[in-house]
């Protein structure tokens, strides 16, 4: 194999933009290591790709690095502003001041759980919609196994049919 005429491929510059295949990729890193003509080869089509990219690069506002970073500080809490948080009629007890540990307390007196209303009406349908096929499953069985029994009551009248003859 010629180097001149691998360098030419586009080999090089699939593995830059990330789309060679594995077995391209394990041979050009074989080629890189033996070859210093590739190595320089794929070192200036990386450049050039870097060039591009700054080339094309849209700069972000002046003011952005600092609302990002206004908007990061605003999202962390202090542990001063991390009371003990008890929510109302809900029973739980937040603890977010512990790092470690940041979980809900679930203190409740009863041992039943609410859902929303769409829920219920959810649910209410399922079980509906699940006695519906099953009593049409039980009907389609028995209808079946009633079909079955007249088919074997016929073929033993055929049978007695036949052997008359």
Request: no cysteine; proline share 5%.
């Amino acid at each position: 194999m010629k180097i001149k005429e691998y360098i030419e491929s586009g080999v090089l510059e699939s593995y830059v933009l990330g789309s060679a295949s594995e077995e391209e990729t394990r041979e050009l890193l074989r080629l890189k290591k033996q070859y210093p003509e590739v190595r320089d080869a794929l070192f200036e089509v990386e450049l050039d790709m870097e060039r591009l990219a700054q080339h094309i690069a849209i700069p972000p506002p002046p003011n952005m690095l600092t609302r990002i970073e206004d908007g990061i500080n605003g999202l962390i809490p202090s542990p001063e502003m991390l009371p003990e948080v008890k929510e109302a009629n809900t029973g739980y007890k937040r603890h977010d001041n512990d790092k470690g540990n940041q979980f809900i307390e679930v203190e409740s007196s009863s041992n039943h759980m609410r859902i929303h209303k769409a829920w219920r009406y959810a649910f209410a349908a399922v079980f509906v919609l699940g006695k519906i096929f099953l009593i049409g499953f039980i009907y389609y069985y028995l209808a079946n196994k009633q079909a079955q029994e007249q088919i074997q009551q016929l073929k033993g009248e055929i049978q007695q049919y036949k052997s008359f003859r």
